[in-house]
């Protein structure tokens, strides 16, 4: 997986590249976790994500939970196959998609 | 008389006996792969046929004559039989056309310009006229297979023997040259001998499917016969085994990565498409991280193997898990909400007599 990251004024955009499951997770949540600093809006940018897992939407979850304490937190560009994941899973209730 | 007949033929190198014996027949026309598990002669069977190896014993006849006799001419034998090797076996320095048209002026005695005309038509048959000037480096592995095909092809070949055609090319490449091979099998009655180990190739291509076992031919059949009911116990190991993927998970074993990378690699090479290829992913990612792990935190002894079937072109995909060590089910009693959920949502469950044992039904 690739993570892509781009910071403009408060907001930061993050384009997760690839796979996101039990093997990359990790190091999404440790990149998002990191950069959080004065971020008043975080952007998950899913174009590029070919796959999620449970663990995947985990990190999506501790994040929006962070970004409910200090601001905001959106998701977008999710392909079909992401967002039926996020249906199946109730996420289409707790995220803001875009 | 069959265009193809082999007789009791064994091959010994040293100590070892690849073929034992071996014997079938071809008529003009078939199409037949050889499959079997590796180490079993399949590749020697078929150099034998152009006499790329020399039978310790037995027959070989091709058309009535024997050409395993010592006087047998091997240039003019050659020639009737065509060669595909797993390899390409191209020339590097030599452009693609070149390659063809070579061995057609030195072993045909064509002009030069009738060998140029010959291989760029069979350049056009397997759709590569557009590289005839290109050298092998600069062509995909697909492309390298195809040119070496439209070389044996130029020769004019009464049979066309191939060993093992896609076995060295990337997954995303096989298609390519299963199409060429289908359609010259399909359009051309060509015949043809293919030993492979891509089942696919050998079920949509042959008119018959020989299982060598152990030096010998354990069952002979239609690609029906062979693939979806065979007679023979270890044919039909065989066929599962290559239809199937299996891994194990206990207390030690619980490597994502290279668990995930076996299953992808098995889906590739099953040519699933990417959402079939996803939901079998999710379906044993989500098994392990949201029923498994949790399971193994508190029983250790917990060991559970999963085997992953596929029928036909995918038409039906199933997963199955048994499980042991351990007197709960861990599917029911470890399940997290969010892996129970997708694991819900891209299966079937279909229910078991027996403890120890789930089976599921893969849906996309």
Redesign the interface.
Known sequence: MVINKQRSGDTLTIAPEGRL???TSPELEKAVKGSLDGVTELIFDLAGLE?I???G??VLLSSQKIMNGKGSMKVIHVNE?IAE?FE???FTDILTIE | MSFLEIKRLRKQFGDVTPLRSVSFSVEKGEVVSIIGPSGTGKSTLIRCINRLETPSSGQILLEGKNICAPDTDLTALRRRVGMVFQSFNLFGHLTVLQNIVMPQMDILGRSAEDARKEALRQLRRVGLDSKAGSRPEELSGGQKQRAAIARALAMQPEIMLFDEPTSALDPTMVSEVRNVIARLASEEEMTMLIVTHEMRLARDVSTRVLFLNDGEIAEDGSPEQIFDSPLNESTRQFVMRVNSWQWVIDYGRTD??IM?SSLEAFCQSRFMN??LM?SC??VV??L???HIQPCLKDYDEMRVEFRLETIGDNESVTLTAEFSGVDLDPFDEYA?P??D??VN?KTRRIPQDGEGIRVWEIIV
């Open positions: 499951d039990t093997v796959y897992s449970s663990a939407l985990r196959m994941v199946i899973t109730g | 994502f990565f995930m990417r959402r996803n992913e999710m990612e989500e392990v991280s949201g997290l969010m892996s959920a997708i949502s």
